[in-house]
């Protein structure tokens, strides 16, 4: 029986984020502004699971992801692992989405593929993968996951054994909090989008 709940922390504001450019293997800082949004997420996670250390934190490899784990008071991560990287927007790196319907439109990444990007096959895998090392690690006590804005949603959406398309409904703000747990063994999202104030 799992001893903890999982903790998702989305990165803070970048440029691109505060802009709507799709962000995914691009490696591009904090803006100020996302730092402070990485301190105050600390605190709501904080308000939100005590003190106590994690069992395990784990990090997206991208400066964004492990300097908003820093600032948030949770020092290196046990691991930085690819797995937590954002949906590989493949051509449409760097892009908005309306710049992106000008091409297809009514695109969005759910519902779309993107052109030498990852498919929505290929992400449900990477998040499947963590959280089968996360359910593991509960035993020991919370864990906490640093990484992006459409992963984020996908792994609230494989956490409920819902298709990853189904990270539409769930929102992430730059340096949001999501908490998921369980209601007698069955998975349940406890907080989605906590803002960090």
């Not at 939100?48 to 020092?75: C, Y």
Request: glycine residues 10%; without cysteine.
């Amino acid at each position: 029986m799992a001893n903890g709940h999982v903790y998702v922390l989305r990165h803070g504001q970048t440029e691109w984020s505060k802009s709507g450019k799709h962000t995914g293997r691009t490696d591009i800082p904090l803006t100020a502004t996302g730092e402070q949004q990485a301190v105050a997420a600390g605190k709501v996670l904080a308000r939100l699971r005590g003190a106590e250390k994690p069992a395990l934190v784990l990090s997206s490899p991208r400066e964004r992801a492990t300097r908003t784990a820093e600032l948030a008071g949770l020092g290196s991560p046990d691991e930085v692992t690819e797995a937590l990287s954002e949906w590989d927007y493949g051509d449409y790196e760097g892009l908005t989405t309306p710049q992106i319907r000008e091409r297809v439109p009514d695109w969005t990444v759910w519902t779309h593929p993107s052109p030498h990007g990852e498919t929505a096959a290929a992400v449900t895998a990477r998040a499947d993968q963590v959280l089968a090392r996360t359910r593991s690690a509960l035993l020991g006590g919370d864990v906490v996951l640093i990484g992006h804005g459409h992963f984020s949603r996908v792994l609230v959406a494989r956490w409920l054994a819902l298709p990853a398309e189904a990270g539409v409904g769930f929102a992430m703000d730059t340096a949001a909090v999501a908490a998921l747990g369980f209601e007698r063994g069955a998975p349940q999202l406890l907080h989605l989008n906590l803002p960090p104030v």
